[in-house]
């Protein structure tokens, strides 16, 4: 006879903020298969809630977009400032942003969010995303300008390579298969 003590409880809520952290992972991966044109329906349906609960929490797609938006421009900021200044913080840095990576949504988002900047917000969020890599490069490695404009642009072609899925398409255009080559042996010269 089982004692009352071996009871399982019952699963617990999740709070308001859990939630909607739960919403946000959601709103990352689905922004960044569909870019803005995804819907808040298929955000909510990706996160297992109503859509109608996902504009209570957010307001509207927009500002749903730019706080998923947000969040990982400030994962890839937060990933480069977290690079001590001295004189290996240009490989650092480099090393840092090619951890991110493996996070292909974090990139595509940032992507889809470079493409809607048309949108003030949008357009703001991702100016700054830019100009404080090139400032933090700037200030950490004590780069020249052009070292810096170079950092953030191999970062820029780093995120389109990925975009279009170029490493799983070898053989199929020389000249991609040249640029990816190119900019691979970049990254190792970085590292």
């Known amino acids: 006879m089982p004692s009352t003590t071996d009871q399982t409880s019952p699963p617990q809520r999740m709070t308001g903020a859990e939630r909607r952290e739960q919403i946000l992972v959601a709103a990352r991966r689905v922004f960044a298969e569909g870019g803005y044109a995804a819907s808040t329906d298929e955000v909510a349906r990706a996160a297992g809630v109503s859509q109608p ?41 480099g090393d840092a942003y090619v951890g991110l990576l493996d996070d292909r949504d ?63 398409h070898q053989g199929e255009d020389d000249g991609m298969d040249g640029l990816v080559l190119c900019t691979l042996d970049g990254i190792a010269r970085l590292s």
Not at 63 to 90: I, K, M, N, T
Not at 156 to 163: E, S
């Open 53 to 93: 609960y996902v504009v209570r929490l957010f307001g509207s797609k927009r500002e749903l977009f730019l706080e998923a938006y947000r969040q990982a421009s400030a994962e890839v900021l937060a990933a480069l400032a977290g690079v001590p200044a001295g004189p290996e913080a240009g490989r650092l840095m």
């Open 106 to 168: 974090l990139l595509r988002l940032l992507m889809h969010g470079f493409i809607a900047g048309a949108d003030e917000e949008v357009g703001r969020v991702a100016r700054h995303t830019l100009g404080e890599a090139f400032r933090l490069f700037r200030e950490r490695a004590g780069g020249t300008e052009d070292e810096a404009r170079v950092f953030v642009a191999q970062g820029m072609l780093i995120n389109v390579l990925l975009a279009v899925d170029a490493h799983q």
